[in-house]
């Protein structure tokens, strides 16, 4: 069965500097793999996704993510945090099987001015 | 721009009682799903709806759960008698189309408190 894992539960950063959240996954095949951000009292929003072609995928408000299939992993990334980046950010995959989500457990990100 | 709404926002209830937790698609929309996530746990799928009858469901939705589409745009999730274990947040999303590329679209959750 396919799995999402996010190792990071809670992370630190400045505003200004570089973020990197990681995200692992189980599947046999390539998946279709997403991260989607929850800020406090909001649904889930989508930042990106990745389904085919160029590895690199570029999403909403400066974050990109990066798949890599010799490390089943696909991280998210942002040069620079801003104050108003810190909520919940989930990894999540689709297998194409089944239309369902399975999510990791998140990554809280907290900026400090 | 269109989104996903989900009411109450927040609901307490005593074990043993029955709720409902209402959801309104996004109007275009054919697919519709719930998941939950338990406090400090994974976002969970519950269950999927397509054209007013359950595609897939998950091992968690079991006969105390169940799902329907009562008019042409609310959607609701009924936990028949609620347990202490179903206190969690309950999310609604739903989705234009079949295909495992395309986004689901999320309401903000309903938190369950079951006392």
């Known amino acids: 069965a396919q799995s999402v894992t996010q190792p990071d539960i809670h992370i630190t950063v400045s505003e200004g500097a570089s973020l990197e959240l990681r995200c692992n996954y189980s599947?046999?095949?390539?998946?279709?793999l997403f991260w989607y951000v929850q800020s406090p009292g909001q649904g889930l929003q989508l930042l990106l996704k990745y389904f085919s072609g160029d590895t690199l995928v570029q999403g909403i408000k400066g974050f990109e993510a990066e798949f890599k299939r010799s490390q089943s992993s696909f991280n998210l990334r942002k040069p620079s945090v801003h104050w108003s980046d810190a909520a919940e950010y989930f990894c999540?995959?689709?297998?194409?099987?089944?239309?369902?989500?399975?999510f990791g457990t998140g990554t809280r990100l907290q900026v400090t001015l | 721009e269109p989104e996903v709404t989900q009411t109450p926002s927040h609901q307490v209830t005593q074990m043993g009682q029955e709720v409902i937790l209402r959801c309104v698609p996004i109007s275009n929309h054919l697919y519709f799903y719930w998941y939950r996530q338990i406090l400090g746990q994974k976002v969970e799928f519950l269950v999927s709806f397509y054209n007013n009858e359950i595609s897939e469901k998950s091992e968690i939705f079991d006969d105390q759960f169940s799902v329907e589409r009562p008019d042409g745009s609310n959607f609701t999730l009924k936990i028949r008698s609620t347990k202490l274990e179903d206190s969690a947040m309950y999310f609604c999303?739903?989705?234009?189309?079949?295909?495992?590329?395309?986004?689901?679209?999320f309401g903000p959750g309903t938190r369950l408190t079951v006392l």
């Open positions: 999303a739903s989705r234009p189309r079949q295909g495992a590329y395309d986004e689901q679209f």
């Open positions: 999540a995959l689709n297998t194409g099987t089944a239309s369902k989500l399975t």
């Open positions: 599947y046999g095949a390539t998946p279709y």
